[in-house]
């Protein structure tokens, strides 16, 4: 089992395990992440493509989600932040409409 992987975007080494998440979805420095799953953490799909991260909206409870773009098939999805994640990059991030997006 691998434990950590290079990030497509950036270059960096990034581990899987992070703080916060059982599934380490995007990379903790530029937050760009690879379209590998249909569902968290299960490797399924066969797309492939760069995600990259379009905002953040806020859950009833005040919690941040990322929201993640499928630069190839066009998908969006909501991702945890984890414990690691660029504090910088995420307060930077626009807030976006959870409704609007349709997720
Ligand atoms: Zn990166
Ligand atoms: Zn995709």
């Known amino acids: 089992m ?6 497509s975007n950036c270059g960096r ?4 395990s992070a703080p916060g998440t059982h ?4 990379c903790p420095y530029c937050l760009s ?11 399924k799909s066969s797309c492939g493509g760069k995600m990259y991260v379009l905002g953040k909206v806020l859950k009833p ?7 993640h773009k499928c630069e190839k098939c066009g998908i969006t999805k909501k991702n945890r932040i984890a414990g690691d994640d660029s504090f910088k990059l995420v ?4 807030v976006l409409d959870e409704t609007a997006l349709g997720l």
């Not at 691998?2 to 990030?7: E, L, R």
């Not at 080494?13 to 899987?16: T, Y």
């Not at 307060?91 to 626009?94: K, M, Q, S, V």
């Open 33 to 43: 992440s690879v379209h590998v799953d249909n569902f968290p953490g299960d490797r």
């Open 13 to 16: 080494p990034v581990s899987f």
């Open 23 to 26: 599934h380490r979805n995007h």
């Open 91 to 94: 307060e930077g991030l626009a």
């Open 61 to 67: 409870d005040g919690e941040e989600m990322l929201i």
């Open 2 to 7: 691998k434990k950590s992987f290079i990030c």
